[in-house]
């Protein structure tokens, strides 16, 4: 939608826009954006179409997000604020959905500024406040330097809007302290245009003309130097009313129509709209009724022209809209979350569960092997001591009637094997001796064997043959 409303306008030169599709290109063409928010807006349509793209073929979130942030921004200064509230909403999802934090701070920057155009200063200090915890989180000295800037600048818009400029004792103050860390260093010269002109402004209403001028022109001196149009439209436009409320009305009104030359030059119908209304009020203090009237017309009808009353309205939908979509997604993500919650505590509990039986079939099989472990242990010390008893035996009761045999043996060789009935009668005796040891010996060895299984007395294959026994008859 941008974009082809933008047809009407110049667009950029091709050389401006490289078109081969890298994250370094994406890199220059949100940079190149950033600059024609402060520059040339005519431009940004074509950068955020050309991000469009990109983000659309590539998949990439930063072009995707910075394009619906320059679409916001473009179609905020040509004050078609619905239009800027969705696209701003939309990056605003996207970073959300993307898990970008690096642009929301500029984002809800954008929102702010939409709401505080139409007057709703309650949801503007909310999502100023919104936009500078989210600088913060991001240690972006930048965004907080500007964020604060806009929080003051709202404070004493609120006033203003209120009629109480009488109660407005801390925009100043904000602003000057916002002002203090954008002097801290040279990287944020340019972010000390706002300061200047909103203070400026500031000593305009408190009739300090002589600050208003001073500031004013430190504004001009570097919305010059940084290339700056929109900020000049300020700048000018409280040294046109310090002019005029000084008595110098000629150069005053020339500082105004500069303002609004370049309001035209540069498509800001909203801006215009304000220096108009700036206009009617110096003629009034001059009672110079017949300019007023003129510049009161033109007011009224740009006003007409830019809907602002159905604008208000259109932005507070969309922003309640938002809000009930983003609950709602909420509430959704919630109800997923406790059935994912749910379906883990189950998988834990079955987990936990097998877990256990593991544990007591684990558990279950220690106390078998523990019980087997113990009969073993017992068979062997019962094993031990029959070794060790058999040894005995074989070195003192076996080898004793032995020793006897060997003995007897000997004798009955020296009388050329021919034995005496006493000697054969001690080998029987020694013999006999030997045969109990060694059956002792066979005995121990039986200790803790496991028991032999009984024989079972084998079953008759038929009925026993009675008359088998029996003789046979004789014939």
Known sequence: FAFCSACRRPAPKKGNIKYNADSAHIARLIALGKKYQNTTIDSLPAVAHRLDSIGARQRNTDAIIYSNIFKAYDNWLLARYPDAMRFALQALDRAGQYQVKGPVPEIYSIIANLHKENGNYSAAFADCSKGLAAARQNRDTTSIISLLGLRAMFTHGYYRKNNRPAD????????????????????YEAMRIRFYNNIAQAYKELHVYSKTLFYASKAVALANKYHQPRSLTYSFCWLGE??????????????????????????????????????????????????????????????????????????????????????????????????????????????????????????????????????????????????????HIQSHHIRKPLASVLGLMNIIKSNNYVAEKEVL???????????????????????GLPPKPKKRAAKPDGPKNI?????????
């Not at 500082?255 to 035209?264: D, F, Q, S």
């Open 242 to 391: 310090a002019y005029y409320l000084m008595g110098q009305r000629e150069k005053g009104i020339d500082y105004l129509k500069k303002a609004i030359n370049i309001t035209r030059q540069i498509a800001l119908p909203y801006r215009q709209m304000e220096l108009y209304d700036t206009m009617y009020w110096c003629y009034m203090s001059d009672n110079n009724y017949k300019q007023a009237i003129g510049c009161l017309s033109r007011y009224s009808k740009m006003r007409d022209s830019l809907q602002i009353a159905k604008n208000e309205k259109q932005i507070s939908e969309l922003q309640l809209q938002y809000e009930t979509v983003k609950k709602d997604n909420q509430i959704v993500f919630l109800d997923q979350l406790n059935t994912l919650n749910s379906r883990k505590i189950t998988g834990i509990f079955v987990g936990l569960t097998f877990f256990a039986v593991l544990l007591a079939i684990i558990f279950y099989q220690y106390i078998i092997i523990r019980k087997n472990n113990k009969l073993i242990n017992a068979n062997n010390k019962i094993l031990n001591e029959a070794l060790l008893k058999i040894a």
């Open 168 to 187: 407005d004792h801390t925009s100043l103050q904000l602003e000057f302290e916002a002002l203090k860390i954008a002097e801290s260093s040279d990287r």
């Open 467 to 475: 008359s088998a026994n029996r003789q046979p008859k004789k014939d």
């Open 425 to 447: 009668i001690k080998m029987d005796k020694v013999s006999l001796e030997l045969d109990k040891r060694i059956r002792d010996v066979i005995s121990h060895t039986e200790i």
